[in-house]
């Protein structure tokens, strides 16, 4: 079994800040990458950034030079630091880890979702 809590959504205003948390429990025996997405009304889910293991990041062009995201290994954590947000920012966000539980295969999995909401 594979837990991801997110944490850190909420509502601000444009040019605000937040920073979103995500930490993923269970018997893991691996984690490969870990990163966010978002979906908002009406559209499909994307890609927001991702970070693997080993270092590399990866952004959606619409987040870069605003968004960092950033891993904790030890504690099995990814966050997201979102600056200079933008209405249209404005989804649900979710955490997603690809990643190899003990005695199993790697796989993806993700968690509940977490509203931000940026309005004045």
């Known amino acids: 079994q594979v837990q991801l809590v997110e944490s850190g959504g909420g509502l601000v205003q444009p040019g605000g800040s937040l920073r979103l948390s995500c930490a993923a429990s269970?018997?893991?025996?691996?984690?490969?990458?870990m990163g966010w997405y978002r979906q908002a009304p009406g559209k499909q889910r994307e890609l927001v950034a991702v970070?693997?293991?080993?270092?590399?990041?990866n952004y959606a062009g619409s987040v870069k030079g605003r968004f960092t995201i950033s891993r904790d290994n030890a504690k099995n954590t990814v966050y997201l630091q979102m600056n200079s947000l933008k209405p249209e920012d404005t989804a649900v966000y979710y955490c997603?880890?690809?990643?190899?539980?003990?005695?199993?295969?790697?796989?993806?999995?993700w968690g509940q979702g977490t509203q931000v909401t940026v309005s004045s």
């Open positions: 269970g018997s893991i025996a691996y984690i490969y990458g």
């Open positions: 970070a693997a293991t080993g270092g590399s990041t």
């Open positions: 997603n880890a690809d990643l190899r539980l003990v005695l199993s295969s790697r796989q993806g999995y």
